[in-house]
């Protein structure tokens, strides 16, 4: 007994010695030691009461029903009872409820899209290279428990949806779109004319879906008895090329990108009665150049569309009578730089009034237009931002938002009565707070993270307070405990000609002032971004800078100007002079550094991935002088290469601003970079294609400069797949530790 007991005390003191005295290795940084829980990927039933989650068992799936108050639960269905009637069905990945709840939508052996699923060059463990998808679909009917399957000629589907009135359902096959009876399984065409690279039914293409985030493109009205589509022609969309590097003789495939200057797909919009089963076409003026939104109203039979001319300055709601197609101009915004296009937007009466949000008036705010008086009203106010309309709770006339009147690096839930009256901030925890709330508006679902804290997800009621919490992610805050992290410190920047800046600076926990350390600059620096943020950060990036600190280097981020949470003027100056303040800022804010007591100033290295990379490439050229050492991963070289929303949307078109193009592009530049520079891209990178590499390379080596560069096969924009993220960061970290 007394042995055992000695054990047991040398076992506890070896334990509290081992508390944050252990260093952080190169593998854990993949091999899944720092993964949290959360509890994302839950559908709220309609009462609020209830939520439901697809659980992984050994035997299958099961999508089980919880009572939100006390996590007792039962089964809906199962994968068994789906394989039961269909053998084939693979495990269900994804579902969602009709809106009585009486059927699901499940989906099952998901897929790249049959329009995009040429590229054989990715090999099964890498991710695709579009967000779109296609997948088996199976309609659940819990009244009969009875399965029923979607589509045509056995193929898969697209944005399967069931009607609002759980009478049908509609799909997206082979670029057409298609509603199906559920009671007489009877199957129709809503479009015939559907054809690779040519016409696209129901589905945005390429640069919609990046840029605008549509990719299912089509909505049904709220009495399930018409279906408003996107019709998209790409016919006269030049095709872009990337080289499939597979076998004796590389492949090539093909798809519809839009360059900056270059011509867009034309966009329709359709809307199909299933009552008459004809199409008219909304009636939208010919000057129009983008449709990035349409909603249906209070009104069944009035489809809202906004639109967007080129230079994506002047935004038009036109309300579209679904009878005869007739459009009526309602409301329209201008911005003297951009217009963001999100999905801050609610109708909330039948007379078509709404909530939106602006930054008219220096910051973005919520707003309601009241269609009857003819003007708006502001709901918010001051110097901080809204950052995210959460909904409106029409019953008690709460509208809920997520914004950083606190601070621009945190984040926290708010609600505001329609009158804008009676604000209240329901999250009090410093960092970062989101919000999932229920249908009904009882409850919400609170996240919260901290830089040294995981998420937390706690229950609470409408009005702020604390029910019970979901998960508190204890066996990461363990993790957490075992490991030498770095310490963190916010900063602010006061710069000569950049105003001031936020700033993050990690560094080792035993950190000497009176020593010499060498400096990481990691930026992105992107339009509206953000990465000096309290928030809980544990991705490959972060982890890799966490081990460049236990190697001796501080790491910091810079947010310069462009980026977002601090107003108009702060994030839309870049307007036609794309990356020029923002490789300022990060010059002067490496100057800054440089002058600290604690930094070597012959050891300062920038890097950063897609704009980032770009950003990074401009900044070894314009900071010669005190950067010595650059990473530049997939950067744009040009943003002539590009696509239009993106590019034109903050530089203009390349014909009224060429200036602003060749100024900002870092081929032009090359011949100003001094350091150390690695050039890294995936030759199969859909975003930021491998020529932006490919004439950067040129560039440097017509101006004599030496680099080094590194391509991955058949990779994408983020280069991952297999042991491709093991070698890349390992490659990044031998040429810091080599050059720096």
């Known amino acids: 007994?007394?042995?055992?007991?000695?054990?047991?005390?040398?076992?506890?003191?070896?334990?509290?010695?081992?508390?944050?005295?252990?260093?952080?290795?190169?593998?854990?940084?993949?091999?899944?030691?720092?993964?949290?829980?959360?509890?994302?990927?839950?559908?709220?039933?309609?009462?609020?009461?209830?939520?439901?989650?697809?659980?992984?068992?050994?035997?299958?799936?099961?999508?089980?029903?919880?009572?939100?108050?006390?996590?007792?639960?039962?089964?809906?269905?199962?994968?068994?009872?789906?394989?039961?009637?269909?053998?084939?069905?693979?495990?269900?990945?994804?579902?969602?409820?009709?809106?009585?709840?009486?059927?699901?939508?499940?989906?099952?052996?998901?897929?790249?899209?049959?329009?995009?699923?040429?590229?054989?060059?990715?090999?099964?463990?890498?991710?695709?290279?579009?967000?779109?998808?296609?997948?088996?679909?199976?309609?659940?009917?819990?009244?009969?428990?009875?399965?029923?399957?979607?589509?045509?000629?056995?193929?898969?589907?697209?944005?399967?949806?069931?009607?609002?009135?759980?009478?049908?359902?509609?799909?997206?096959?082979?670029?057409?779109?298609?509603?199906?009876?559920?009671?007489?399984?009877?199957?129709?065409?809503?479009?015939?004319?559907?054809?690779?690279?040519?016409?696209?039914?129901?589905?945005?293409?390429?640069?919609?879906?990046?840029?605008?985030?549509?990719?299912?493109?089509?909505?049904?009205?709220?009495?399930?008895?018409?279906?408003?589509?996107?019709?998209?022609?790409?016919?006269?969309?030049?095709?872009?090329?990337?080289?499939?590097?597979?076998?004796?003789?590389?492949?090539?495939?093909?798809?519809?990108?839009?360059?900056?200057?270059?011509?867009?797909?034309?966009?329709?919009?359709?809307?199909?009665?299933?009552?008459?089963?004809?199409?008219?076409?909304?009636?939208?003026?010919?000057?129009?150049?983008?449709?990035?939104?349409?909603?249906?109203?209070?009104?069944?039979?009035?489809?809202?569309?906004?639109?967007?001319?080129?230079?994506?300055?002047?935004?038009?709601?036109?309300?579209?009578?679904a009878d005869n197609g007739e459009a009526a101009h309602f409301w329209e915004m201008t911005d003297e730089a951009w217009i963001d296009i999100d999905d801050n937007f609610e109708f909330i009466s039948d007379d078509h009034s709404f909530l939106y949000t602006s930054d008219k008036n220096g910051f973005s705010h919520l707003y309601l237009w009241d269609a009857e008086l003819n003007q708006s009203r502001q709901l918010t106010h001051g110097e901080w931002e809204v950052t995210e309309f959460i909904g409106y709770d029409r019953n008690n006339g709460w509208v809920y938002f997520t914004g950083n009147e606190s601070t621009p690096i945190e984040q926290h839930i708010y609600r505001v009565k329609i009158n804008g009256s009676q604000k209240e901030q329901l999250s009090s925890t410093d960092g970062w707070n989101q919000a999932d709330m229920s249908p009904d508006f009882q409850y919400f679902i609170h996240s919260h993270s901290s830089i040294d804290s995981p998420p937390a997800y706690t229950l609470k009621s409408a009005d702020g307070s604390e029910i019970r919490y979901l998960e508190r992610n204890n066996n990461t805050n363990r993790v957490l405990d075992i490991f030498r992290l770095p310490d963190f410190e916010f900063m602010t920047l006061d710069l000569e000609g950049t105003g001031e800046l936020n700033a993050l600076m990690f560094k080792p926990n035993d950190f000497d002032p009176d020593k010499k350390y060498p400096l990481i600059v990691y930026v992105y620096g992107g339009p509206g971004s953000q990465t000096v943020t309290n928030s809980f950060r544990l991705g490959h990036k972060n982890l890799w800078h966490y081990y460049l600190v236990s190697k001796g280097y501080l790491v910091v981020t810079v947010d310069n100007r462009g980026t977002g949470g601090r107003g108009r003027d702060f994030s839309k100056q870049i307007h036609g002079r794309l990356g020029q303040y923002e490789t300022a800022d990060q010059v002067e804010a490496a100057r800054y550094f440089s002058k600290l007591d604690y930094i070597d100033p012959d050891r300062i290295g920038i890097w950063g991935w897609s704009y980032g990379g770009y950003l990074s490439s401009l900044a070894l050229a314009e900071g010669n002088d005190v950067f010595s050492l650059g990473i530049a991963v997939a950067p744009v070289t040009h943003w002539r290469y590009y696509n239009t929303i993106f590019s034109e949307r903050y530089l203009k078109t390349p014909e009224l601003n060429q200036e602003g193009y060749e100024a900002g592009a870092p081929v032009n530049r090359a011949d100003d970079i001094k350091g150390h520079y690695l050039l890294i891209h995936g030759t199969a990178d859909e975003y930021v294609h491998f020529q932006n590499s490919v004439d950067m390379v040129d560039a440097l080596v017509r101006n004599n400069v030496q680099f080094q560069t590194m391509f991955y096969p058949n990779r994408n924009h983020s280069i991952r797949g297999g042991n491709t993220r093991l070698h890349l960061f390992r490659m990044m970290t031998d040429f810091i530790q080599q050059n720096l």
């Open 1 to 321: 007994m007394r042995k055992w007991f000695t054990g047991l005390l040398i076992l506890v003191f070896t334990c509290q010695l081992s508390a944050q005295d252990r260093d952080l290795s190169f593998f854990n940084i993949f091999d899944g030691t720092f993964s949290s829980a959360s509890v994302n990927h839950l559908n709220w039933m309609q009462d609020g009461q209830f939520y439901t989650r697809a659980v992984r068992l050994n035997s299958g799936v099961e999508i089980r029903k919880f009572d939100i108050l006390t996590e007792a639960f039962e089964v809906i269905v199962t994968s068994e009872q789906l394989r039961y009637q269909y053998p084939e069905a693979g495990q269900i990945a994804d579902y969602h409820f009709s809106e009585n709840e009486q059927f699901l939508l499940i989906k099952t052996d998901i897929e790249p899209t049959s329009r995009k699923e040429s590229l054989n060059l990715i090999e099964t463990d890498i991710e695709p290279l579009w967000k779109s998808y296609r997948a088996n679909h199976y309609v659940y009917d819990r009244t009969r428990d009875h399965f029923l399957k979607l589509g045509v000629s056995g193929d898969k589907q697209q944005y399967a949806e069931i009607s609002p009135t759980g009478t049908h359902a509609a799909f997206v096959q082979d670029n057409n779109l298609y509603w199906m009876d559920l009671n007489t399984e009877e199957i129709g065409p809503i479009t015939t004319d559907g054809e690779a690279d040519q016409v696209i039914n129901g589905a945005g293409d390429w640069v919609y879906e990046e840029e605008f985030g549509i990719s299912k493109g089509w909505l049904w009205s709220p009495d399930g008895t018409r279906i408003a589509f996107y019709r998209v022609n790409e016919s006269e969309v030049q095709d872009f090329r990337l080289t499939e590097w597979n076998g004796s003789y590389p492949g090539e495939v093909h798809f519809k990108y839009p360059k900056a200057g270059d011509k867009n797909a034309e966009v329709d919009i359709g809307i199909f009665s299933l009552n008459t089963n004809e199409t008219v076409w909304a009636e939208i003026p010919d000057h129009v150049e983008y449709i990035p939104r349409i909603n249906w109203t209070f009104d069944e039979n009035t489809l809202a569309v906004r639109t967007l001319n080129r230079l994506q300055d002047h935004l038009q709601l036109y309300l579209v009578n």
